[in-house]
């Protein structure tokens, strides 16, 4: 069964940022080429910055070129909901956090190998624990 954390939209928004908020719990999303995780080159474990769970590897981490962090695979598929998303005249697929529910991005069938998957996510939604 999954450790779930449940809270109300008012207990996120005085735990997050506002910036946080709107992309995390309201789906936003932030501008290309602006977050503090899409050039990070450094080994490490990404976590949901809501949360904390351990999402992506610094191993699986790559250059898409698009301004996001991509992955081409999270930690595990139990770390990650996929989420059928419609929204602005796209078809997509959402990417949230399994624990809390949170936005983190998107995921795309244009990546490498192993996979061909693209997590494109958010460097709002997300925290970087340095590998030791």
């Excluded at 779930?4 to 996120?12: F, I, N, Q």
Aim: aromatic share 10%.
């Amino acid at each position: 069964m999954k450790d779930t954390l449940k809270k109300s939209e008012g207990e996120w928004k005085k735990l997050l940022t506002n910036d946080q908020f709107i992309v995390l719990r309201q789906k936003g999303t932030e501008a290309p080429f602006t977050g503090k995780y899409h050039a990070n080159k450094e080994k490490g474990v990404y976590l949901c910055a809501a949360c904390r769970q351990e999402l992506f590897s610094s191993d699986t981490k790559f250059d898409s070129g698009t301004g996001w962090p991509s992955f081409f695979k999270p930690i595990s598929e139990e770390k990650v909901t996929r989420k059928e998303d419609n929204s602005h005249l796209m078809e997509r697929t959402e990417v949230l956090c399994s624990r809390c529910g949170s936005h983190l991005g998107h995921v795309f069938n244009d990546g490498p190998a192993p996979t061909g998957e693209r997590f494109c996510m958010n460097s709002i939604s997300l925290e970087f624990k340095k590998a030791e």
